[in-house]
C-alpha cells in the first residue's frame, strides 16, 4: 500500500479540475474529480478549450491499460462555468461513473432548490440581456469595464449541456446526490474502506439560503420580460397600467442611451447618471456570482491521516457556519492539503481560518490555487492571503506558475500539476 | 454652512479661523496644516439649575495633502483630524474634543499620541473588514479599488445590503 495519495491538478487557468486518487489494496484507486470548468477570460493559454483538460483526464484513466475509463465519483462543487464548463463535451458518454455529488439546491425534486435556481438564472439572463444591449456599451464608454463585466455575468449564465451532463449523462446510471451540510455524519462510499467525506456546506441554513437570493437585481428583470414579450409578439399586457401617460413617457432604449435627458442635463449629470447605472450593474453581477458561490459544496475528505479540504467557491456564510461549529473547527484543523477557495480570492479564505485555525507551528502539508491572472481583476489571486498561508503551509503552489523540484509535486508541462499526499500506508 | 454664510456669520468664521491658528498647539491641531472651520452652531441646553444655557460649537478640521506624510487615505477617502470647541456664550472655552493625526505637534502629549495612532490604526482595520467583506472588492480593477471606500459610502449602497451597514467580523 503506498504511502501517499496521489491528486491531480489540470491546468484549467482561471477554473478548477482535480483528480483525486485514493489508493486501495489491490485494485486501481478510488478516483473521485472535483470540478471541471474554466472562465473564458482566463484560459491557460491561446487556442485552449476545455476538452483538452477533458482529454487530458481520459488519458489519465486509461493509464494502466483501462480500456474502458471509469471514475468512482464526479463532484460537481456550483455551477458556475470556471467549475462545470468542461462537462459540457460528449467524450463523457464514455466515461463510467458511479455517483454524481452535487449541492442541494441542484435537487430537480426540491422545491426550495428550484427556488434558488431559478431565482439565479432568471437574473443571469436579465443581467446578460442588460449588459448585450447595443446602449449598453454606448452609455458606459469604457470598452474595457464593458468586457470585463460580461465576461463576469457570462460566468453565471446556465451552461445547460454542461448541466445536462451532470444530471442525466455519463455511462452506467450513477446515482446523484444533492449534499447539504450533515449533522448526520460523514459520507463513507463502500468501494473505498477508510474513506470518509464530511460535508461541511452548503447549509439548509435560513440565512445561508437567503445569501443565494441576490440581492438589488430586480431592475434587471425588466429585460427578461422584454426579452420574453419581444420573442412572442405579443401585445403587451398591462401597457397602460402606468402612473403616467404615453405622452410623458421615453422607452427604456431611449432612458439607457440618455438621448431623451433633455438640455436640461449637463455633460456632468448624465455622467454621474451613466456613473451610477455601472456601479448598479457591477453590484448586480457580483451579487450574483456571490450568490452562486454561496451554494457552493465544501468537502473534507478524510482519509488515513489525510484531510483534503476542497472548499469549492464557498463564501463568508458557509465559511462561517463551518468555523462556529466546534465539531467542524476541530475537523479543519486537521487540513494537510487546502484547495484554495475561490482561485485565491481574499473572501473565500477567512483571515480566522488562516490565523486561528490553520497552525503555525506545524504546518499543513501543501495548499494550492488553481489560478491565472485576468487583468480585469487583479484582486484574483490575493497577493496577502496567499502569503499568509505562506506561513501555514509546507508549500503554496499556483498552477500558473507552476515549479520544478517541489518535493511531493510533479509538474506535467502542458497539463498540470501531480502532488503526493502523506496518507498512512 | 461657510459657503452660504451671510456677512455676519462670515467675520465669526474668519475669527473663528484666527482664534484657532493662534491657538492650535492647545486644540491639538497641527500648526504646519492650514485650518479649516467646518461649522459653527449655537447650541441651546437647560442647566442644571433650570436655567437656559446657550453654547457655541464649533468644528475645526485638518486634511493633509496628497503626498504629505500626514496624509492618510483608502479607496479615495480621506482620515482628517479634527478639534469640536465648545464656548459658552461669553467666549470661554468650556470643552474640547479632539480627533488628531500623528504628528510632531503631539509630542509631549503621550495619551493624544496615542489617540492619533489609534485614529488611524481603526481607519486602516475598517477599511481591511470592508474589503473583507464587500464582494465587489473582487471583482474590482485598479481603478475602482482606488474609488472603493468613497463609492460605498453612497446613499444607494445601503439599500443594497452592502456591508458597510453590518459588520459583524
Known amino acids: ?425 | 454652512m461657510a459657503a452660504s454664510a451671510s456677512h455676519g456669520e462670515s467675520v465669526q468664521f474668519t475669527q473663528l479661523h484666527q482664534f484657532a491658528t493662534a491657538h492650535a498647539p492647545s486644540l491639538q491641531l497641527d500648526p504646519g496644516l492650514p485650518i479649516k472651520v467646518a461649522g459653527m452652531h449655537p447650541s441651546f441646553h437647560i442647566d442644571e439649575n433650570g436655567q437656559l444655557l446657550v453654547e457655541l460649537v464649533a468644528q475645526l478640521t485638518q486634511s493633509p495633502s496628497p503626498g504629505d506624510p500626514r496624509h492618510v487615505s483608502a479607496g479615495g477617502v480621506r482620515l482628517r483630524a479634527g478639534t469640536t470647541v465648545v464656548f459658552s456664550s461669553d467666549g470661554r472655552v468650556r470643552y474640547v474634543a479632539t480627533r488628531p493625526l500623528p504628528g510632531p505637534h503631539l509630542l509631549g502629549n503621550a495619551a493624544q499620541q496615542e489617540l492619533a495612532l489609534s485614529r488611524v490604526d481603526g481607519f486602516h482595520s475598517y477599511v481591511a473588514a470592508l474589503d473583507a467583506r464587500d464582494p465587489l472588492t473582487l471583482w474590482s480593477d485598479h481603478r475602482r479599488h482606488a474609488r472603493r471606500m468613497k463609492e460605498r459610502a453612497s446613499f444607494a449602497a445601503a439599500h443594497l445590503g452592502r456591508p458597510s451597514r453590518s459588520i459583524h467580523a
Open chain 1, 1 to 425: 500500500m503506498p504511502d501517499s495519495l496521489r491528486i491531480r491538478l489540470y491546468d484549467v487557468g482561471f477554473g478548477d479540475c482535480f483528480l483525486v486518487e485514493f489508493p486501495r489494496h489491490a485494485e486501481a484507486p478510488f478516483r473521485v474529480l472535483v470540478d471541471c470548468g474554466a472562465h473564458r477570460s482566463g484560459y491557460p493559454r491561446p487556442g485552449w478549450k476545455p476538452e483538452h483538460a477533458v482529454r487530458a483526464i481520459l488519458d489519465d484513466l486509461a493509464e494502466g491499460g483501462h480500456d474502458e475509463p471509469s471514475l468512482d465519483v464526479v463532484v460537481a462543487t456550483h455551477r458556475h462555468q470556471d467549475h462545470v464548463s468542461g462537462f459540457d463535451s460528449r467524450l463523457w458518454r464514455d466515461v463510467a461513473v458511479g455517483e454524481v455529488w452535487m449541492p442541494w439546491t441542484e435537487n430537480p425534486d426540491d422545491p426550495e432548490a428550484t427556488a434558488v435556481r431559478e431565482r439565479q438564472s432568471r437574473l443571469a439572463l436579465g443581467l446578460q440581456m442588460a449588459f448585450e444591449d447595443p446602449a449598453f456599451p454606448a452609455r458606459t464608454g469604457d470598452p474595457e469595464a464593458v468586457a470585463a463585466l460580461r465576461a463576469l455575468a457570462a460566468n453565471s449564465l446556465t451552461n445547460e449541456s454542461a448541466m445536462r451532463t451532470l444530471h442525466r449523462g455519463f455511462r452506467g446510471s450513477p446515482q446523484r446526490r444533492f449534499l447539504a451540510a450533515r449533522d448526520a455524519g460523514p459520507l463513507t462510499p463502500a468501494g473505498c474502506p477508510g474513506l470518509a467525506v464530511h460535508v461541511l456546506g452548503p447549509s439548509r441554513d435560513i440565512d445561508v439560503i437567503r445569501e443565494m437570493d441576490p440581492p438589488g437585481g430586480q431592475s434587471f428583470l425588466r429585460f427578461l420580460d422584454a426579452g420574453t414579450r419581444l420573442g412572442s409578439g405579443a401585445p403587451t399586457e398591462g401597457a397602460d397600467a402606468g402612473p403616467f401617460s404615453r405622452n410623458f413617457r421615453i422607452s427604456p432604449a431611449e432612458h439607457e442611451s440618455g438621448q431623451r435627458h433633455g438640455p436640461a442635463a449637463s455633460p456632468e449629470i448624465k455622467a454621474a447618471a451613466a456613473g451610477t447605472m455601472m456601479a448598479a450593474d457591477f453590484a448586480a453581477a457580483v451579487s450574483l456570482d456571490k450568490a452562486i458561490n454561496g451554494t457552493s459544496l465544501m468537502l473534507m475528505f478524510a482519509f488515513r491521516g489525510a484531510y483534503l479540504l476542497f472548499p469549492g467557491d464557498a463564501q463568508w456564510g458557509t465559511w462561517e457556519a463551518a468555523l462556529r461549529d466546534p465539531t467542524t473547527r476541530d475537523l479543519l484543523e486537521r487540513t494537510t492539503f487546502y484547495k484554495i477557495g475561490h482561485h485565491g480570492s481574499h473572501n473565500a479564505t477567512p483571515v480566522e481560518f488562516v490565523e486561528k485555525v490553520l497552525s503555525s507551528s506545524a504546518p499543513m502539508w501543501g495548499a494550492v490555487a488553481s489560478v491565472r491572472p485576468v487583468a480585469s481583476w487583479p484582486e484574483i489571486p490575493r497577493a496577502p492571503m496567499l502569503d499568509a498561508l505562506r506561513t501555514r503551509a509546507e508549500r503554496i503552489v499556483r498552477s500558473d506558475q507552476p515549479e520544478a523540484g517541489i518535493a511531493g509535486t510533479e509538474v506535467r508541462p502542458g497539463i498540470g500539476i501531480d502532488f503526493h499526499v502523506p496518507a498512512a500506508g
